[in-house]
């Protein structure tokens, strides 16, 4: 389910910008991060096309067909090779970013997040106005490529965990693992981890004409294989080298590794990358066992699928057997109205961002003797009164002397009704802030439930007035 946090969203503080080469086009590419509003997300625009067309990071447009990396493409419009930018402003907790770019890839810098971490750092965040969301896993969700035998799944837990477990099959490399436990470990433990290859794989690769941005600075090259003089010599002139050679511990020299298992770790850093295309915080842990790109984008799309469909059985859930927070005499403390008008029975929670509440719907009612007798349903104005009552008992809570004001319509919008309620139901109703409450006006999207299912929904909008001036 979707839930609201008590975070706020964040951006940058102000722009600036980084060059580079695409490690696989091998092209000069400037890039340039600017501030971005409320729940925009992370979006990329090509400043050196025609109308600056924008790509928004979001998993609905990832291109399979290069599973070296994680590339988006929108209209024929591609941003490639987005993963480790994506990793390092979720890293650091940044919600929202516009990334200006005069080239198709993403620069590769080191092979990992660092530099982007670093410059954004000291670029510096800052707090918006809207609550941050996060999608809260309530079952195992799991995505399993029978090919490459990849597999990732996401268990309910407290926070945003990630571990990560590979095993290739060689004996360079032998099985890793690597964990986060929490975001801002990110820094420390994960952003510096740089992308990894086999020596078969690059040769391939330089074969097919790709990484032409690569050299040993960028990436971890495991031999995994007999390192002939016609090999070496090809990979000489393909990293612009004079000389290679293979360290005791398997990987080509000119580095040192960070970490004995920073192959792990940059398939952690990749992980947060891919699922950051969701476009959601995770309020769950992630597992993946062998992850790649391809396994880790097509599990972000299931899980892109899971959210939509909790959108719409997001009702809130209810335990009828605990003593609500406030009853029907403490809810008449507060509130003004009375019977025939008095509309919700009891409140269940209230936060400083949202309040449920809830209403039996009888055919004793007093409206069912007029409207539709002869087959009752409640009228759908009462249902939208019902809900700003449950609205004023919140906005009344935060007052000091609620019994001097009363809640008073400013404005309705946006109102559906998608089912008929009956005598029998049960509504659940939740209504959630969609702005800050100032002076004393309150702006809520409100929803009413039957049995998890929407059935009417609206943006109510009310202000205090005082008693007195009625």
Do not use: W
């Not at 008095?342 to 961002?353: G, K, R």
Request: with cysteine; charged share 25%.
């Amino acid at each position: 389910m979707i839930q609201t946090t008590n975070e706020n969203q964040t951006t940058i503080e102000k722009e600036f910008s980084l060059e580079g080469v695409g490690l696989h086009t091998g092209k000069k590419v400037k890039v340039t991060f600017k501030p971005a509003p409320e729940n925009s997300g992370y979006v990329f625009k090509r400043v050196d096309l025609e109308n600056q067309p924008i790509v928004e990071a979001t998993a609905l447009y990832v291109d399979n067909k290069m599973q070296r990396s994680t590339n988006l493409n929108k209209n024929g419009v591609e941003i490639k090779t987005t993963e480790h930018l994506l990793a390092a402003l979720v890293g650091l907790e940044i919600d929202n970013c516009l990334i200006e770019l005069d080239a198709a890839e993403m620069p590769i810098m080191d092979g990992s997040s660092k530099n982007f971490v670093e410059a954004l750092n000291k670029c510096g965040i800052k707090e918006l106005n809207e609550k941050r969301k996060e999608f809260v896993v309530t079952e195992v969700i799991s995505y399993k490529d029978e090919n490459s035998k990849s597999e990732i799944l996401v268990l309910p837990n407290d926070s945003y965990q990630v571990l990560t477990v590979i095993d290739f099959g060689t004996k360079v490399l032998g099985t890793q693992n690597a964990s986060l436990e929490k975001l801002s470990d990110f820094k420390k433990e994960i952003a510096q981890a740089r992308t990894f290859s086999f020596l078969h794989e690059i040769e391939t690769l330089l074969e097919n004409g790709l990484i032409k941005g690569g050299d040993l600075n960028n990436a971890i090259v495991y031999v995994d294989k007999p390192l002939e003089d016609k090999n070496m010599n090809y990979l000489k002139k393909a990293f612009r080298k004079e000389n290679i050679s293979v360290k005791p511990n398997g990987i080509l020299d000119n580095l040192t590794l960070h970490y004995p298992n920073e192959a792990a770790r940059h398939k952690l850093l990749d992980v947060i990358g891919d699922l950051s295309l969701i476009g959601m915080r995770i309020k769950g842990k992630v597992i993946a066992s062998k992850p790649g790109h391809y396994c880790n984008t097509m599990f972000a799309k299931k899980m892109m699928s899971e959210i939509k469909k909790s959108e719409k059985e997001i009702a809130p859930r209810i335990d009828v057997t605990k003593k609500p927070l406030m009853n029907i005499n403490q809810i008449k403390d507060i509130l003004p109205h009375r019977y025939p008008f008095l509309l919700i029975d009891n409140i269940y929670e209230i936060t400083e961002d949202y309040v449920i509440g809830s209403k039996c719907v009888t055919v004793n009612e007093n409206f069912f003797v007029g409207h539709f007798p002869g087959k009752p349903v409640m009228p759908g104005v009462l249902q939208i009164e019902a809900m700003a009552q449950t609205g004023g008992i919140f906005i009344l809570t935060k007052m000091e002397n609620p019994q001097d004001y009363i809640p008073m319509f400013i404005k309705i919008e946006k109102t559906r009704f998608k089912k008929p309620v009956i005598p029998g139901d049960v509504l659940i109703f939740k209504l959630e802030l969609l702005s800050p409450i100032r002076r004393g006006i309150c702006h809520m999207k409100a929803v009413a439930f039957v049995n998890n299912e929407i059935v009417t929904e609206a943006e109510l909008m009310a202000q205090l007035v005082k008693k007195e001036v009625l």
